[in-house]
């Protein structure tokens, strides 16, 4: 729902060599302005996002510094219905 505003993203990576030292960079466009740092963390949390279309952007490292093909989530979160057309209509009216 738009009034909660968060996302919880869990990912992995498909090198399952030593997998706990896999490690994970996060982009969300539209939302973050740069890659995030690299974090063995494979959760990535998004809290007070605002209405809108945005892509996630996933890449893995792995023990031996192999970098993985980025992975891409698209999610849409819709506008909010006090912000809709018909509220508008009614704001006027």
């Known amino acids: 729902r738009y009034a909660q505003r968060s996302l919880r993203f869990q990912v992995a990576a ?3 060599d030593n997998a706990a030292g ?9 939302f973050d302005d ?5 974090s063995a963390e494979p959760v990535k949390v998004y ?10 952007h996933v890449r893995s490292r792995n023990t031996y510094g192999q970098q993985g093909e980025p992975a891409v989530y ?5 506008r909010p219905w006090y912000f809709t057309f ?5 704001y006027l009216a």
């Open 14 to 16: 498909t090198s399952y």
């Open 22 to 30: 896999n490690e994970y960079q996060y982009f969300l466009e539209n």
């Open 34 to 38: 740069e890659w995030s740092g690299w």
């Open 47 to 56: 809290t007070n996002l605002p209405y809108g279309a945005f892509r996630l």
């Open 74 to 78: 698209a999610f849409e979160i819709a």
């Open 86 to 90: 018909y509220a508008y209509a009614g």
